[in-house]
């Protein structure tokens, strides 16, 4: 049996499509393709054959006519899509075929990118347009992969009756180092990774150890920052962050590859994702998080949504008003004055992962979902 990957805005290499379920397809003895219109590439890579254009920017008629051409040369028994242009060209493929055409919903749709270059009201009219986009690839879908439980709406209640699964974002233990750390006496080392952008949180992470700088004057704090800024707005946000900043051993790393990422905080003593609160964000379950677990790292997270009806996290960190400072200043403290505290949670963190949260523990699902979703002869 074939199946065929398709994705605009997600690399060929990308961790959840190649990483984990490409891969695992793989194993299972399913030929699989793989073909993204972000980055350039062709070739074959462990078995997964990649066709793979750098054309983000093109119409949506070109992308469609590309992804065409990939499904008739390809001739797939099932289709994962990512996004709804994705949904649109597997559906006029499958008009004369027997095949799946599943949507694997990992991003809000409109995305708050998609609009904010739209002044009012043109944010709202785009907004709506968007959504009825989201629709249509919908219903021409015929099953549904959610990354997450909050990412259902709306096309969970929309289509009640199509064959759905939610897949979280759960690493492949192989993936994920082991990095569990005692904490010194007078030294701690606070990391932040991802986006360099004010949404994503830096400057409330920067805000809280100020806070604690004054607390505790005699304490060697050091930062650890993995990222960079996406645009040349949020490049500025940084630097002026930076410059406020009275804490001055900061490194700053470039984002890593994929499989280096844990390797690349083994130096970290707490992981930090302090995002704001928007619709958005409330919304995701941030895969971050199971790699902070994974490597045995405490973390201190937004109280968001997405994570609070998917775990608990109270055995090996906390959620927090991203905005209260003080509170997170508290937080990290509770960790200092008590070192056992730290090491429970450390170990938690690292323990939960082997247990609850590894791709191990829902790999068979997501195989008998497809093979389930698969025509019968």
């Given at each position: ?10 690399k060929?290499n ?12 793989v ?13 350039e ?18 119409s ?63 944010k ?20 549904f992969?959610?990354g ?8 969970a209640?929309f ?12 690493p492949?233990e ?5 990095g ?9 080392t ?8 004010e ?22 704090i050091k930062i ?12 500025i ?41 928007n ?13 902070y677990?994974g490597?045995g ?15 608990d996290?109270?055995?090996?960190g906390?959620?927090v ?9 508290d ?9 056992r ?16 949260y ?6 068979d ?7 389930n979703s698969?025509?019968?002869?």
């Amino acid at each position: 049996m074939r199946v065929l990957f398709l994705t605009t805005a997600h690399k060929y290499n990308d961790d959840r499509i190649f990483y984990h379920q490409a891969t695992e397809l793989v194993k299972r003895g399913f030929d699989v393709k793989i073909c993204s219109l972000c980055s350039e590439f062709q070739g074959v890579i462990d078995k997964v054959e990649i066709e793979s254009y750098s054309i983000l920017h093109h119409s949506a008629r070109q992308k469609t006519e590309i992804f065409l051409k990939v499904c008739n040369d390809y001739q797939p028994d099932s289709i994962i899509c990512s996004e709804p242009i994705a949904i649109i060209a597997a559906h006029k493929f499958k008009k004369d075929k027997k095949i799946s055409v599943i949507y694997d919903v990992t991003e809000w749709y409109p995305a708050m990118s998609m609009l904010q270059d739209h002044g009012f009201p043109l944010k709202i009219v785009h907004g709506i347009k968007f959504f009825l986009i989201q629709l249509y690839a919908g219903l021409l879908s015929t099953h549904f992969i959610f990354g997450e439980e909050t990412k259902k709406f709306p096309l969970a209640y929309f289509f009640p009756f199509k064959k759905k699964m939610i897949l979280p974002y759960y690493p492949d233990e192989s993936f994920v180092s082991e990095g569990i750390k005692k904490l010194e006496s007078n030294q701690i080392t606070l990391c932040y990774t991802g986006a360099l952008s004010e949404d994503k949180g830096i400057g409330n992470f920067f805000t809280a150890i100020e806070i604690l700088r004054k607390r505790r004057p005699e304490l060697n704090i050091k930062i650890l920052i993995i990222g960079s800024a996406r645009t040349e707005t949020d490049k500025i946000y940084f630097d002026d962050q930076l410059k406020k900043l009275s804490v001055k051993a900061i490194e700053i790393r470039k984002p890593t590859s994929f499989e280096d990422f844990t390797k690349a905080f083994s130096d970290a003593d707490i992981c930090f994702d302090l995002r704001e609160f928007n619709f958005e964000n409330h919304h995701s379950l941030p895969i971050k998080l199971f790699y902070y677990m994974g490597a045995g790292k405490p973390i201190i997270y937004s109280s968001l949504k997405g994570i609070r009806k998917h775990m608990d996290v109270s055995d090996f960190g906390f959620l927090v008003d991203p905005k209260d400072s003080g509170s997170i200043a508290d937080c990290i403290e509770k960790y200092i004055v008590d070192s056992r505290f730290y090491d429970l949670h450390a170990t938690n963190a690292r323990k939960e992962f082997i247990q609850k949260y590894n791709w191990k523990i829902i790999s068979d699902s997501f195989i008998n979902f497809i093979e389930n979703s698969l025509p019968k002869s």
